[in-house]
């Protein structure tokens, strides 16, 4: 029987729920939609396994595990510390070393960029948290090159997420390095979210949240029309006139509600959705940047370099390979 991928995140006493409901909605629901799909094996870890642990909200809960599974897991997840101001316990600093010196994955969302930053592996690192606790997470550990603007950062073995709901953009990210982009589109599909999320939380920091009027129905029809023409040539006119609206205005609107530009988002639209193909093996390089749109396999290349942090033959050449295996 193949060994599955066992994925350890941590419970801890006064922990918001929703982070480990997401890492658990993702990693720990069976899924038999996926057919043969090797699903993965969920730990919920704590110091003190069998202890009642405290939840935001007046409930309490209790993991099975402690943290010996979670330094053995293939992928461990911190998705937040009880105060960012305080010392990460030498318990879960110890548990965390042992497992990056295992080859595990290493994983945090939100304030659980503290627990990684006290291990010292985020060092010289890029790395990100939530918003507000970046400059906090900044001056106390200045060797690391915190972001705020991003939703996540993956830097091979170590993978941070900002807020809350980003933690749900990383644990697809993590679906898809490991299954596919088809595999993470059927979970996202289940967890009613897009699979991918373009721009950043700097669209979110301090921003006043204006009343949302009939206008951005159209640059929902605009997106939605999109998504059905990418292999067409696309215009922020075409785009503008499927929303029923001025470029001017549709632009405006369409920038405050994604945090990117419409053609930004266009060409992040054909990058994602070239994925499927160059995993599938069929079709050459230049085929496949026609099939979603590129008017040229070079202008392809370059954006998906920059999107992907790679080339579409390394790409392909990674799930070739995996398929082999």
Known sequence: MTKRHAVAVLAFDGMAPFELGVVVEVFGLSRPELGDVPWYELRVCAEE???????????????????????????????????????????????????????????????????????????????????????????????????????????????????????????????????????????????????????????????????????????TRSMNWALRHLHTPLSVTALAEAAYMSERSFARHFTRRNGVSPMRWVITQRVAASLPLLESGEGTVDEVAAAVGFDSAATYRHHFGRQMRTTPTAYRRTFTHAAAC
């Not at 006290?118 to 200045?142: D, F, M, S, V």
């Open 49 to 219: 396994p069998g202890r009642d642990l405290r939840a935001v909200g007046g409930f309490t809960l209790r993991a099975e595990y402690g943290l010996d599974a979670l330094a053995s897991a293939d992928t461990v997840i911190v998705p937040g510390v009880a105060e960012t101001g305080t010392e990460v316990s030498p318990a879960l600093v110890d548990a965390l070393l042992r497992a990056h010196t295992r080859g595990a994955r290493l994983v945090s969302i939100c304030s659980g960029a503290f627990a990684l930053a006290a291990t010292g592996l985020l060092e010289g690192r890029r790395a990100t948290t939530h918003w507000r606790y970046a400059r906090a997470l900044a001056e106390r550990h200045p060797g690391i090159d915190v972001d705020p603007d991003v939703l996540y950062v993956d830097t091979g073995d170590v993978l941070t997420s900002a807020g809350s709901a980003a933690g749900i953009d990383l644990c697809l990210y993590l679906v898809r390095a490991d299954h596919g982009a088809a595999v993470a589109n059927a979970v996202a599909r289940r967890f009613v979210v897009p699979p991918h999320r373009e721009g950043g939380q700097a669209q979110f920091i301090e921003a006043a949240v204006g009343d949302i009027d009939h206008e951005d129905d159209g640059v």
